[in-house]
């Protein structure tokens, strides 16, 4: 067994001693062992990150710690977690390459993943607070959201491989929980980790917390996360784990992987786009431009998804789902109007899901930067107020919304 690498403080050196072990990684950084430097780059609520340069290159080391990072050892977490991170990895950068990072090497023993150092990109969710549009990125998400959500699906997949893969997630348990808890439980009690914008927003809390068709709708969402296994998700897919530059995006952080309905991915990413909305009508009127670009983004999203999915499932339908073999001839027809169907449905399931993660991140631990870097409490609470209204909607009544032009408007005159 390697040397331990401390994780209440890293420690560099033993980070670059287990660097210095992997031929690979060594000859990747180049020079010699002394030459390297790395530095702590994650903020992430999980997890601790490092980018470690050589003359020859770089690489970007996450290590599990058997805890929540941003909690501290008062909430154990298994270090496993990087294990399933690195299987996600590979199955999905299989499927969506350009916006996968490559995996490069994992230690189940030390529990560190290294995997390529992204150069030119930055954190988007850093940059949308900052006032950042991104004129590529709806078209380069939704691509990766139809190529992994539909390949890894029973619509791609013959059956056999299918329960192969969803096994080797099946047991991400731990990860699995806290969305299980924080999604869709603990923000509807008075729950110690929750947190919100006080005393501003304390009536909406206590309402919502009473509000009983509200929590029957999350339930319903918390029974199909807890028995769906559409397809392998990324399980926690926000603008803080998606990597960008003007002409490229990655997207990174799959540690919360696992078989779920296609929905909740779907719809965490339109949640924090729709976040990032509203923080940005809390930062001032010089923010309307981005605003409509989030909007738009909404929009192109779901459309070119739905547009993406459904060539997919025209040319390369090679699963046990709605086998080819039984839609041939005037069938042809029939099929099709069931593949807008199916995805008519998977536009509802979306919307909810959405509306749980809004209310999630206004209330819940991991609230995100897009509203906690507003200083103004007042202007931040009206954001949030705007943000849990449209949310409740959503959640509550999500076929009252045909389109994603019907979401965005919705947004508008919330």
Known sequence: MTASISVVEPDITKLLDHLARQPALARR???????????????GNVNLVFAVHG????????????????????????PERVLFEHRALVEHRRHAGPYVPEPLHVDPEEHLLTVEYLEGQRVMRGDLTAGARYPRFAAQVARYLAHT??????LALPAGRKR????????????????????????????PRNRWTSPELDEDVQRLQQDTELKLAVSRLKQRYLTSRDALLHGDLHTGSIMVSEDSLSVIDQEFACYGPMGFDLGTLLAHLLIAYFAAGARG?????????LLSAVEQVWDDFRTNFTELWHNHADGDGYPPALFTGVATTALEAERQRYLDELFTETLGFCGAEIIRRVVGFARP????TITDSAHRAAAERRALALARALTTAPTAYRSAADLTTAARDS
């Open 29 to 43: 950084l180049g020079g010699a062992r002394d030459q390297w430097s790395a530095r702590e780059i994650g903020d």
């Open 55 to 78: 003359p020859a290159g770089a690489v970007c080391v996450k290590q599990a710690p058997p805890y929540v990072r941003a909690a501290g050892p008062s909430w154990p977490l298994t």
């Open 149 to 154: 959500l539909f390949f890894t699906s029973d």
């Open 164 to 191: 192969e893969l969803a096994s080797l997630f099946e047991t991400n348990t731990a990860m699995c929980q806290i969305m299980e808890d924080m999604v869709f439980t603990e923000i509807f009690l008075p729950h």
């Open 285 to 293: 009127p010089d923010r309307a431009a981005q605003q409509d670009w």
């Open 369 to 372: 930067a897009d509203f906690t």
